[in-house]
């Protein structure tokens, strides 16, 4: 496919950043399933619109070209815009401008570079063509340093959170011991799926009622109020106490697109993002496992690692 687009809006002039990213993640291949596809945020009324480049071919650092088409580009970069729990309205791709990558990173390690003089032109995902006379937006020279996700596979990276019983920083790595298996949920006060999954865990013969702590440990993640804002305490505390009499099992992260950002799979490819968001770890090995979104199926997973 040639990328004509870049062509047509030759004469557009970008002025003004499109968005202000506060959080930005990359990925190495969109088409590798196994691959990490997290994006960023831009602000908590614009959820999840984002910057995503897509280290598709390109295995060095370097200086890459952005006008190539989708089907050819060594990096591919996108502008996500208008996103929510059912994917993004607007999707752009780059037809213009240059991704320079000062530092190459692996996984654990820091994607560095520098979008330079990046425009991109609205596309569309499914038809696999850019859309007539659509929008067109760019974010200048645009600077990233991000470290990389774990891939599923790997171990689980140091994620700091606040334990809503006992008000203490937590390092959620540090549950991976004397168990078989953790499991993390990413939950808000705002989601009714998360209510009724965490009503029918907890309940009398309910899967977190039933087994025991050396088999399973757990931690729901809390990031956002019923209001959508950042929780506090007492809100957590108030929001375990609707399923447990214990509240050891929940924990404060008012920055969870960012602490699971260091996870794989976070957004899907589409810029779909949903709660509850399942994840698991093996107790043994503190290996990443699972991931809703990824190839495998949650409970042949939970199986394998509490049967272990």
């Not at 040639?2 to 557009?12: K, L, V």
């Not at 309205?89 to 003089?117: C, D, H, P, W």
């Not at 499914?126 to 760019?138: H, P």
């Amino acid at each position: 496919m040639t990328n004509t687009a870049g062509q047509n809006q030759s004469a557009f002039v970008c002025e003004t950043p499109y968005l202000q990213v506060q959080y930005e993640d990359f990925t190495y291949d969109s088409s590798n399933s196994m691959a990490p596809s997290i994006i960023g945020v831009d602000d908590r009324f614009n959820l999840i619109s984002a910057i995503r480049i897509d280290m598709t071919r390109a295995q060095n650092a370097g200086s890459y070209d952005l006008s190539k088409s989708p089907e050819d580009c060594d990096v591919c970069a996108y502008v996500l815009s208008e996103c929510g729990s059912q994917g993004c309205g607007k999707i752009f791709f780059s037809t213009s401008g240059t991704a320079e990558i000062s530092n190459f990173g692996k996984s654990g390690e820091y994607l560095t570079g520098v979008l330079k003089g990046a425009v991109f032109q609205e596309y569309d995902p499914q038809t696999k063509t850019f859309v007539e006379n659509g929008a067109s937006v760019c974010v200048g020279d645009y600077n990233f340093n991000k470290l990389q996700p774990a891939l599923i596979g790997d171990e689980m990276p140091d994620l700091n959170v606040i334990n809503c019983k006992t008000e203490e920083m937590v390092n959620l790595k540090d549950l991976a011991q004397d168990t078989k298996a953790v499991w993390l949920m990413g939950t808000a006060g705002w989601c009714s799926a998360c209510r009724s999954h965490l009503t029918d865990l907890y309940s009398p013969e309910g899967f977190f009622t039933t087994t025991p702590s050396n088999v399973l440990k757990k931690a729901m993640i809390l990031s956002e109020d019923a209001n959508y804002g950042v929780p506090d305490l007492a809100f957590c505390k108030r929001y375990a106490e609707e399923f447990t009499e214990d509240a050891s099992d929940f924990y404060l992260d008012p920055s969870l697109r960012m602490t699971f950002g260091s996870l794989w799979g976070y957004i899907g490819d589409d810029g779909i993002f949903g709660l509850p968001w399942n994840v698991l770890v093996n107790g043994q090995s503190k290996a990443y496992e699972y991931a809703d979104g990824s190839e495998f199926d949650f409970d042949t997973v939970m199986n394998r690692l509490i049967g272990q």
